[in-house]
């Protein structure tokens, strides 16, 4: 497709997608649950031919040799599948936030001022890989009453138009407007790059991907962005720490998977109970073939445990995302230690600490400048689903509107509602 087609083409997505989110800003909750339960159904009943669909993306993917953490991310699975039709299911049974009235009071001039919850609009999400993202941004910009262009990777793309297609299914069986989920057909770099400066259409992008794309979205962008740029998640292992609970959730915090954004990357631990409890994750991780990067107080306690095969941390693996089993490890003197070094060199995604003292776990939460902080859990928790959102747009790490895992509120805004009698101002 020439730019100019592509140009007018997007133009088109742009324009059939602002007509759509009025429509589905004034839709029923009946209509829009409807819709979700249509989809999560189809999901199920289509999911033989799903995982087809799938597996001729990934065989083309090993083809073009892309690393096992894309791979992962790429691949439907019967769980991926099932954890789809049941997000789709739990955003049916939220409570619908749209036309929500709230902070209602009286002024003294006798009128009443509250605020409305309202859908922000056209939505554009644009990912690699993950095609659960077509059908999590669907259900979640359906349910909270916006209008959503999905430009997925041209690595799933046959994956996007199959779970498209359910979705239309979904909509028509509400009586929605077919063009309130578009996928972008095309996988042309340019319609990215108009998607992401069509101010007039889209009122917000949400990246899912890796940093590069994130970054050149950063760089070239014009409309507003939900987003975050790293995933640099930490645990730490305070001197007060229940050290049995430290091993199983570290050791899951890093090895359950090694893909998502919410992995841990880098392991703190605190000098006092570092010869007890690193020893023992040292030999998990090393059986699961985590290779493990040490600052030089953690290779004198593995050493001296007869753990071999360590590598030397630099200062760039504190501030490295792996997405792959490789752990930064590093001693800490105390929790004012552990907060400067994730406060440094964190991308405030995710961090959590392992520790028993009251005090200590309330001061991580009040200091550790991430959208999620935790106490005794693992950062793999960090998730739209696991947080009781239905699913999840995206992760903010940024400060304005939304933070942390973005659900059906995050897609929403507020604008003031007044409720008058006839007043006027003198």
């Known amino acids: ?202 009122d917000v992008i949400v990246p899912r991907g890796g940093k590069s794309l994130i970054q050149r979205l950063i760089d070239e962008g014009r409309v507003p962005m939900i987003k975050h740029l790293d995933g640099i998640c930490h645990i730490y292992i305070d001197e007060d720490a229940d050290l049995q609970k430290a091993v199983v959730v570290a050791d899951n915090a890093k090895t359950q998977r090694y893909a998502p954004c919410n992995t841990m990357e880098t392991l703190l631990v605190s000098e006092r109970v570092a010869a007890e409890v690193l020893p023992p994750l040292g030999k998990i991780y090393q059986e699961k073939g985590v290779e493990l990067r040490v600052c030089p107080a953690t290779r004198r306690v593995l050493e001296a445990a007869g753990l071999n095969g360590l590598v030397d941390a630099t200062e760039d693996d504190w501030h490295t995302e792996y997405l792959a089993p490789i752990l930064s490890i590093r001693i800490v003197a105390n929790v004012d230690e552990a907060i400067a070094h994730i406060n440094t060199y964190g991308s405030a995604h995710t961090d959590s600490i392992i520790t028993e003292n009251y005090s200590t776990g309330m001061r991580f939460l009040r200091e550790v400048d991430s959208a999620s902080v935790m106490i005794n859990a693992s950062t793999r928790f960090a998730d739209g689903f696991e947080y009781g959102l239905g699913a999840e747009i995206g992760i903010s790490n940024d400060k304005l509107h939304a933070r942390g895992p973005v659900g059906l509120e995050g897609l929403t805004s507020l604008k003031y509602v007044v409720f008058g009698h006839g007043e006027i101002r003198t």
């Open 1 to 202: 497709m020439k730019e100019l087609d592509i140009k007018q083409y997007m133009q088109g997505v742009g324009r059939q997608a602002r007509a759509a989110s009025r429509a589905m800003a004034r839709a029923s909750t009946a209509d829009k649950n409807r819709a979700l339960l249509t989809i999560a159904a189809a999901i199920r009943r289509d999911a033989a031919a799903l995982k087809a669909v799938n597996a001729e993306d990934v065989a083309r993917a090993r083809e073009r040799g892309l690393d096992a953490a894309f791979i992962d991310r790429l691949t439907l699975s019967d769980k991926a599948l099932e954890t789809m039709a049941a997000g789709l299911e739990q955003i049916a049974a939220l409570p619908d936030p749209i036309g929500e009235i709230s902070n209602m009071k009286f002024r003294p001039t006798g009128i009443q001022v509250g605020q409305m919850r309202v859908p922000l609009g056209v939505i554009g999400i644009i990912y690699e890989a993950r095609p659960n993202v077509t059908i999590d941004a669907a259900g979640l910009c359906l349910k909270s009453g916006n209008a959503t262009i999905l430009r997925g990777g041209s690595e799933a793309i046959g994956t996007n138009t199959a779970l498209a297609a359910l979705v239309r299914e979904g909509l028509q069986a509400a009586g929605l407007p077919n063009e309130a989920v578009q996928v972008v057909s095309t996988t042309d770099r340019a319609a990215v790059g108009e998607l992401i400066t069509m101010t007039e259409h889209v």
